[in-house]
């Protein structure tokens, strides 16, 4: 069984940093893209941040140059370090998993990051 859990979300200060943590199991990590994506009420799921098998990364705008995304396919878990937190980027942020060839898709149950003073 397939399962995608995220980790490592809470409160913090505008211009603190968090380390979201997603692990997976029951697949084969290696041959699946990862992704953060975010969402808050009343508004569309959002990419945040992708990783894809070969490591090659990819961000919306708004967190370029203060997010990055890794993978440690060693540990099945993908990480995202969020720098210069700002109040906007208060959100629930969920893990994404796609297989390469796409047949499959899976997404974590999300974690909670409040940036507030």
């Known amino acids: 069984q397939v399962q995608v859990v995220e980790s490592g979300g809470g409160l913090v200060q505008p211009g603190g940093s968090l380390r979201l943590s997603c692990a997976a199991s029951?697949?084969?990590?290696?041959?699946?893209?990862m992704g953060w994506y975010r969402q808050v009420p009343g508004k569309q799921r959002e990419l945040v941040a992708t990783i894809n098998t070969a490591g090659r990364t990819n961000y919306t705008d708004s967190v370029k140059g203060r997010f990055t995304i890794s993978r440690d396919n060693a540990k099945n878990t993908v990480y995202l370090q969020m720098n210069s937190l700002k109040p906007e980027d208060t959100a629930v942020y969920y893990c994404?998993?796609?297989?390469?060839?796409?047949?499959?898709?899976?997404w974590g149950q999300g974690t909670q990051v409040t940036v507030s003073s």
């Open positions: 029951g697949m084969t990590f290696k041959m699946y893209h």
């Open positions: 994404n998993a796609e297989i390469i060839t796409g047949a499959y898709n899976y």
